[in-house]
């Protein structure tokens, strides 16, 4: 289907699913329940889901193909949002003027960027790229706040000129009327839950950035990034020059990196620029490896799971933990909360980092790997009983 | 195999949409039904609290955090009522407000703008929250200030000391109690004049962000109004942690004062090098050399140790006032939590208490309601005396502290005195003032969202 | 000129913080080949070491002054240091004085254990694996180490000064003949420089001048022979970790009278020694140690105000900047082998 193969095809299926369905999928508790706390189905969380999902899949057809690892993405996601700010500000709210631009200068920034660091491989590459991310981080915070509002990040002032804007336009960014940040709300018994504009336009796009994904990965093309990662020398000597390739590669990441930004922006109108440091061009490098380096959806998985711990621990609290355990003696239930209290709300970095630990440890192939082990497990039970005895302790 | 899993799925969700779409016409809430963005229906209201749990300033988050706990158990009636018992109005019973019992959500801002406003978006979007307060930088504030204005909630900003918030930034739904950099400004000139001359020459580093440069900006025209001189302002990376080789050459500049525009670890850094190299040791154009850090906190203070020794700064509020209000909320807290509040926190204290009020006056958890109650709200007892929310650009006005670190602390929270009370008349400047905005600053309109 | 000679002393001493983080962190990439993010955890850890042994000799037994009172009106509790009670207030005061330079002692054990430690149960499970997993789970070690010291010491920097006799500044200008007060330089950081100079330099003869030092250098070179020949080299190996560990650390615990230790200041330096340990190139260590000097002086340089005002914002991106120009131009760094760490 679509030129697909047919195991693609499933995969596309699936990711297509989870994408439209998420706001019911993401809400599996009931909106008064204790549990509840674990609901990611609110438009916030989906729309970052799907925007570090749109950012890590590109991220990894540079990283998982080519095996260059770049430290600066985190770059082109800035500049994409800056180019949508500034649509907004010149021109209108509507999106339609922001996204293309986003797209096309984060390509441009690539260009550069890629043509210069490309010169050099390995760990060299890796600083290059970070140079020029760190450099546009610090600008971007100080001497070119004229640009880019500095610290309190880029947004709309009434003053803008905003030359598009019509009479009745909604003052929020929107597609052709289509207001991002609108929702209906569909209530069933205890369960609410909320299907948002934005959310669906970010998935909408995700879904046709995933089947570009898979469209690259399976062609000619992609065979010649892979052929880069397995032996750059043998290819250079059958006559290719892998530079074309690689910085073809830079370049539609770097696009793709640029489309989330947009899309950051898209959903909400402020472009801070932390969204260029380091730490943000590290978090991609750890989506990536987290969900599985060189997979297709691997990426999009780590890119989720990073998210929903930032969004989801860093809100549980010790009157959250003690509504929990209410239920236990009260020795008890002090105890308990005084045990997980280190792991939840301020703690949730740490959470985080054992789960970066147990993961690259127990599952070398991230997310995936974990994915494709529980289905072996399945599998092989329903294959032969006698033997889940031996597969269990592996796992 | 998976073929088999997937067609089930398939199935499963055909079926849901299908069953949501025969029921669809009864089941749907209309949004336009609420009059206002998470109107509380049931016996509860929802607080969003959202501070700096990780990074640099999460101590200050946590101090923060605990401040705003104990504004909820005395609006709710628990505890012993702290500064409700001394506070001017009296709207509040202590039954929670207008009858409804007061919960929080929490969240963490990381001190950036991007996570801090996905963290309160969570809780407009999730938790419902009416109102979101706290925050201990002023990038956050602008950014989370802008997010409410738009959703349709009351943000009661945190810590934020840029003259922006309520300057250019300012919001119809955003209020500031905290002071700013022209406010820390006016009280700090007169009194440096006084112990340190009119005829001064001073150097100034400033943090190379915005926060810096309105700081350093309101700093230089208030010495310069005294008769000060600026020899010069040198903007330092926001990341830099060594500040030796910006410290250095100061005293060949030819000043005999050095003014830190920085703010936590940056002036933690900055003042400990400048004490290294000895320059309060030294006697520069025949006067004694001095270091002024126009913005201080009991957490800074703490973290440069020894060195802020008679080094003075101004500070919002401080636990050694002796207010009633401000005894009143000392007393709960430290019974509370066995230490002083610091600045942060009273300011979250209060802003929770003053949100609460308002909306018992208004009567209705409307931001537009709450809003029209706070604009030019005239209050007194929750300490720095007699205070006014101000209408034009709903930044507060009352008393501002001039603070120097203390020669002899007796203990670990006893870093700083105070030296002066600045009255509010010399600290009070036009809301058209051009370092905020100037007139083509407004508030927009109030924003009741849904 | 003052300012100039003002601004090298600077930028020695500035470098001399990051050839230290950047010669452990080479060791560790140059013997076993791994991308180690938690390197600056560690130079974070030996900070704390101070910080620990200075709280250690603090703690006090309590004493209930009826006389005063504290800030809610209850008696005043009085704490005495026990070593003011075991050893005489004087000496017990000069021990708490002296608790950093005390803590070097106390470090060196400690690192090297935390440092056996990381190796023998995680970093060695790793040298086989792609350089991303190794960063991953290394950076997830770097972020528990760093919660946990927030867990126990909190998110504030904790002052911890030097010893009273080193603190003060030294006129440098009036030895070299300038006016007083033109160029002064604090003691601290003058001690910190010769310290990490004693440091680079013992490391150094200790790869230069032992057996030790011969095998591990071989193995640098190429491990697969070295073991062919019957050596075990994987203890070495074990030992090198614990040696690059112990010098993260004595950096972390010398720097923390010069600026308040914190529990991010490990990530603070992750990015920056980084870029020195690729400047200097990959595998060397006289690489990574020049780089570190290079970088501290013209990072000085930058922020003089002449240069500034030239060229304004230079020094948000001076380190970047030569990062980059050196790597076009010098495409394994200042002395990089070939072949290390460029698939």
């Known amino acids: 289907m679509l030129g697909m193969n047919k195991k693609d095809t499933a995969l596309m299926i699936v990711v297509a699913i989870l994408a439209l369905g998420a706001p019911i999928l993401l809400n599996p508790f009931p909106t008064e329940s204790a549990m509840a706390q674990f609901n990611a189905g609110y438009p916030d969380l989906m729309q970052r889901f799907a925007i570090f999902g749109i950012f890590a899949i590109g991220f990894n057809i540079l990283f998982g193909l080519t095996g260059y690892l770049s430290f600066g993405h985190a770059a082109f996601l800035g500049v994409g949002s800056y180019s949508v700010v500034w649509m907004y500000k010149l021109l209108d709210y509507n999106v339609i003027w922001g996204l293309p631009l986003a797209i096309a200068t984060a390509g441009i920034f690539a260009l550069l960027i890629g043509f210069i660091s490309l010169r050099r491989s390995g760990i060299y590459f890796s600083i290059l790229t970070l140079a020029f991310a760190q450099m546009s981080f610090n600008l971007a915070y100080s001497v070119l706040t004229p640009i880019t509002n500095g610290e309190t990040g880029l947004q709309v002032y009434t003053e803008d000129p905003q030359v598009l804007l019509g009479a009745n336009e909604a003052n929020a960014p929107h597609l052709f009327g289509l207001v991002m940040n609108q929702s209906s709300k569909l209530s069933m018994g205890g369960w609410e839950f909320t299907f948002n504009n934005g959310y669906y336009f970010c998935a909408v796009i995700l879904m046709l950035m995933f089947y570009l994904a898979i469209r690259i990965f399976r062609s000619p093309f992609g065979m010649m990034l892979r052929a880069i990662k397995s032996n750059n020398t043998r290819m250079a000597y059958t006559g290719l020059n892998p530079r074309p390739y690689a910085l073809a590669a830079f370049v539609i990441s770097g696009m793709y990196a640029g489309l989330a930004g947009g899309l950051m922006a898209a959903m909400d109108p402020l472009a801070g620029a932390e969204r260029m440091q380091w730490t943000a061009s590290g978090e991609v490098v750890l989506m990536t490896i987290l969900g599985g380096t060189g997979t297709l959806i691997g990426p999009v998985l780590g890119a989720g799971f990073i998210k929903y711990f930032e969004n989801i621990f860093s809100k549980i609290n010790d009157n959250i933990l003690h509504g929990w355990f209410s239920f236990l003696p009260d020795g008890l239930e002090d105890f308990v909360v005084f045990i997980i209290h280190p792991f939840i709300g301020k703690g949730w970095h740490l959470t985080l980092g054992i789960l970066f630990m147990l993961v690259v440890i127990f599952l070398p192939g991230g997310l995936v790997e974990g994915g494709q082990r529980i289905k072996k497990l399945i599998t092989s039970k329903k294959d032969d009983d006698s033997n889940t005895a031996k597969t269990e302790p592996a796992e | 195999m998976s073929k088999t899993t997937m067609t089930r799925r398939g199935v499963l969700k055909t079926g849901a949409v299908a069953g949501a779409g025969v029921a669809l016409p009864t089941i749907f809430t209309a949004s336009s039904a609420a009059a206002y963005t998470n109107e509380p229906t049931g016996s509860t209201v929802k607080f969003g609290f959202n501070v700096p749990q990780t990074g640099p300033y999460a101590d200050e988050g946590m101090d923060e955090l605990r401040a705003q706990e104990l504004a909820v158990e005395h609006i709710n009636g628990m505890g012993d009522g702290g500064a409700l018992n001394t506070f001017s109005s009296k709207a509040l019973g202590g039954d929670g407000v207008l009858g409804k019992k007061v919960e929080f959500v929490t969240g963490d801002t990381q001190t950036k703008s991007d996570a801090a406003r996905a963290s309160a978006k969570s809780m407009i979007e999730k938790d419902g929250v009416v109102m979101i307060n706290g925050g201990s930088s002023s990038g956050v504030a602008v950014a989370v200030q802008g997010l409410c204005q738009e959703a349709g909630i009351i943000f009661m900003a945190g810590l934020t000391h840029s003259n922006d918030t309520t300057g250019k930034d300012r919001k119809a739904n955003g209020f500031r109690h905290f002071f700013n950099a022209y406010m820390s400004a006016a009280a700090l000139a007169p009194v440096l004049s006084k112990e340190y001359g009119t005829d001064r020459r001073a150097y100034h580093l400033t943090a190379d962000y915005t926060w810096g440069w309105t700081q350093q900006e309101s700093i230089a025209a208030a010495t310069e109004a005294m008769g000060w001189e600026t020899v010069n302002n040198v903007l330092t990376p926001l990341a830099?942690?060594?500040?030796?080789?910006?410290?250095?050459?100061?005293?060949?500049?030819?000043?005999?004062?050095?003014?830190?525009?920085?703010?936590?670890?940056?002036?933690?850094?900055?003042?400990?090098?400048?004490?290294?190299?000895?320059?309060?040791?030294?006697?520069?154009?025949?006067?004694?050399?001095?270091?002024?850090?126009?913005?201080?906190?009991?957490?800074?203070?703490?973290?440069?140790?020894?060195?802020?020794?008679?080094?003075?700064?101004?500070?919002?509020?401080?636990?050694?006032?002796?207010?009633?209000?401000?005894?009143?909320?000392?007393?709960?807290?430290?019974?509370?939590?066995?230490?002083?509040?610091?600045?942060?926190?009273?300011?979250?204290?209060?802003?929770?208490?003053?949100?609460?009020?308002?909306?018992?006056?208004?009567?209705?958890?409307?931001?537009?309601?709450?809003?029209?109650?706070?604009?030019?709200?005239?209050?007194?007892?929750?300490?720095?005396?007699?205070?006014?929310?101000?209408?034009?650009?709903?930044?507060?006005?009352?008393?501002?502290?001039?603070?120097?670190?203390?020669?002899?602390?007796?203990?670990?929270?006893?870093?700083?005195?105070?030296?002066?009370?600045?009255?509010?008349?010399?600290?009070?400047?036009?809301?058209?003032?051009?370092?905020?905005?100037?007139?083509?600053?407004?508030?927009?309109?109030?924003?009741?969202?849904? | 000129m003052d300012a100039i000679i003002l601004q090298i002393l600077n930028g020695l001493d500035k470098g001399s913080a990051y050839a230290l983080i950047a010669l452990g962190l080479t060791l560790i990439f140059g013997t076993l080949g791994v991308v180690n993010f938690a390197h600056g955890a560690l130079f974070m850890i030996g900070a704390f070491c101070a910080v620990t042994l200075s709280k250690i000799l603090s703690i006090s037994f309590e004493t209930i002054d009826p006389t005063q009172q504290d800030f809610l009106g209850n008696p005043l509790v009085v704490k005495t240091p026990y070593v003011h009670a075991w050893f005489g207030p004087e000496f017990g005061a000069s021990l708490i004085d002296w608790a950093v330079?005390?803590?070097?002692?106390?470090?060196?054990?400690?690192?090297?254990?935390?440092?056996?430690?990381?190796?023998?149960?995680?970093?060695?499970?790793?040298?086989?694996?792609?350089?991303?997993?190794?960063?991953?789970?290394?950076?997830?070690?770097?972020?528990?180490?760093?919660?946990?010291?927030?867990?126990?010491?909190?998110?504030?920097?904790?002052?911890?000064?030097?010893?009273?006799?080193?603190?003060?500044?030294?006129?440098?200008?009036?030895?070299?003949?300038?006016?007083?007060?033109?160029?002064?330089?604090?003691?601290?950081?003058?001690?910190?420089?010769?310290?990490?100079?004693?440091?680079?330099?013992?490391?150094?003869?200790?790869?230069?001048?032992?057996?030790?030092?011969?095998?591990?250098?071989?193995?640098?070179?190429?491990?697969?022979?070295?073991?062919?020949?019957?050596?075990?080299?994987?203890?070495?190996?074990?030992?090198?970790?614990?040696?690059?560990?112990?010098?993260?650390?004595?950096?972390?615990?010398?720097?923390?009278?010069?600026?308040?230790?914190?529990?991010?200041?490990?990530?603070?330096?992750?990015?920056?020694?980084?870029?020195?340990?690729?400047?200097?190139?990959?595998?060397?260590?006289?690489?990574?140690?020049?780089?570190?000097?290079?970088?501290?002086?013209?990072?000085?340089?930058?922020?003089?105000?002449?240069?500034?005002?030239?060229?304004?914002?230079?020094?948000?991106?001076?380190?970047?900047?030569?990062?980059?120009?050196?790597?076009?131009?010098?495409?394994?760094?200042?002395?990089?082998?070939?072949?290390?760490?460029?698939?």
């Open chain 2, 240 to 450: 830099a942690t060594d500040f030796s080789s910006y410290i250095a050459p100061v005293l060949n500049s030819g000043a005999d004062v050095l003014v830190l525009n920085h703010y936590g670890g940056n002036m933690v850094n900055s003042l400990t090098n400048a004490i290294q190299f000895g320059l309060r040791d030294k006697v520069v154009n025949g006067k004694q050399f001095e270091i002024v850090v126009p913005l201080y906190s009991e957490l800074m203070a703490a973290g440069a140790g020894e060195n802020i020794k008679g080094v003075y700064g101004s500070m919002n509020w401080n636990w050694q006032l002796q207010d009633e209000g401000t005894k009143a909320f000392v007393q709960s807290f430290g019974k509370k939590y066995g230490r002083p509040p610091s600045n942060s926190a009273q300011t979250c204290y209060a802003q929770t208490l003053l949100y609460a009020d308002a909306v018992a006056r208004a009567g209705s958890f409307n931001p537009c309601a709450v809003a029209e109650a706070l604009e030019g709200f005239e209050f007194d007892g929750l300490g720095n005396g007699p205070t006014l929310y101000r209408a034009d650009d709903h930044q507060c006005f009352k008393d501002v502290l001039v603070m120097k670190g203390r020669d002899n602390p007796t203990n670990e929270y006893d870093t700083l005195e105070v030296v002066e009370k600045t009255p509010v008349d010399q600290v009070t400047y036009a809301a058209d003032h051009a370092m905020f905005g100037g007139a083509e600053a407004s508030l927009g309109t109030c924003n009741p969202g849904a």
């Open chain 3, 101 to 343: 330079p005390l803590s070097i002692l106390f470090s060196i054990p400690i690192m090297i254990g935390i440092g056996f430690i990381m190796e023998r149960g995680l970093i060695k499970h790793f040298y086989k694996r792609e350089h991303a997993d190794q960063i991953l789970v290394t950076f997830g070690l770097a972020i528990v180490l760093q919660e946990l010291v927030k867990y126990f010491f909190g998110a504030n920097p904790i002052p911890t000064g030097a010893p009273d006799a080193l603190t003060g500044a030294f006129d440098f200008g009036v030895f070299l003949g300038f006016d007083a007060n033109t160029v002064i330089y604090p003691y601290w950081r003058l001690v910190y420089f010769f310290f990490s100079a004693l440091v680079i330099g013992g490391v150094f003869a200790f790869l230069q001048f032992t057996t030790f030092g011969m095998v591990v250098r071989a193995g640098m070179a190429d491990r697969e022979t070295v073991g062919l020949l019957g050596i075990n080299i994987d203890r070495r190996f074990t030992i090198m970790f614990g040696i690059a560990a112990a010098v993260a650390g004595l950096a972390g615990v010398m720097y923390a009278p010069i600026n308040s230790p914190n529990y991010h200041m490990g990530m603070d330096f992750l990015v920056l020694s980084f870029v020195v340990v690729v400047v200097g190139g990959m595998g060397s260590l006289p690489g990574a140690v020049a780089a570190g000097f290079l970088l501290g002086v013209l990072e000085s340089f930058a922020s003089m105000n002449e240069v500034k005002s030239l060229l304004p914002g230079i020094d948000q991106i001076i380190i970047y900047l030569v990062a980059i120009i050196i790597l076009l131009t010098r495409p394994r760094g200042l002395m990089g082998r070939k072949g290390v760490m460029e698939e």
